[in-house]
């Protein structure tokens, strides 16, 4: 009788391989072959030089767009334990310069949350996160990114990204992924502070906002 787990394995290694392989010369394919406008970045670029550490927040749709542009300068982000996609995403994003912490809400979330923090305590650190991610629901922020800002006293800088020409795919929310020789804009929004006096709900509210009127800037700028 074969071994059920042990070819699950071995198909998972294989995955991991491959994908770990090809996705960073696929992304960088897809994404580097369009012409790429940035607005606003010296939101965060004045916040990291003014000592303080900025979280990086963007909707997990578009999470890509967010990811290519902040390649290669050694900033922070996450991804899940323990899952073959999530191995993936790790690795590809090493290789695009990006150091990742592990974990999930579900595996290792406390101690990769923990890590977190102690990053962004550093002053002139950089953590990129999706607060609805990874499993949603969308458009919906979690606890996280704001209870971050507020003990560590880092900035939340919203973003949003699209370009010019892509292929959509929907599970729990629609994902976007670039196609190539066209155009890319990224958008980042005002930094936003909050402390330990505020409404949670008017927190969350505030930086669900921002981050939808980015979305809707980045999805019309093609069309004007």
Known sequence: MPNV???K??????????????GPLLLRFL?????I??????????????????????WHSTLLTTFMSLSRKNYYGMASNHHPDAEIISRVGKKLGWNIVRGSSTDGGKEAYNKMLNILNKPGNLFAITPDGPQGPAKKPKAGAIKAAIRTGAVIVPTSGQ??????????????LSKPFG????????????????????CVG???????????????HFKE
């Open 9 to 22: 394995r071995f198909k998972n290694r294989i995955l991991v391989l491959i994908g770990s392989l090809l």
């Open 37 to 58: 406008e940035i607005i606003n970045d010296n939101y965060y670029e004045d916040a990291l030089k003014s000592g303080k550490s900025v979280i990086i927040a963007s």
């Open 163 to 176: 370009t010019s020409k892509f292929w959509s795919f929907k599970n729990w929310h629609t994902f976007y």
């Open 31 to 35: 994404y580097n072959t369009n012409k």
């Open 5 to 7: 787990k042990n070819e």
């Open 206 to 220: 505030i930086l669900k906002h921002s981050l939808d009127e980015l979305e809707k800037q980045a999805m019309s």
């Open 183 to 202: 155009s890319m804009v990224q958008i980042y929004g005002k930094p936003i502070s909050f402390n330990v006096d505020d409404d949670f709900g008017e």
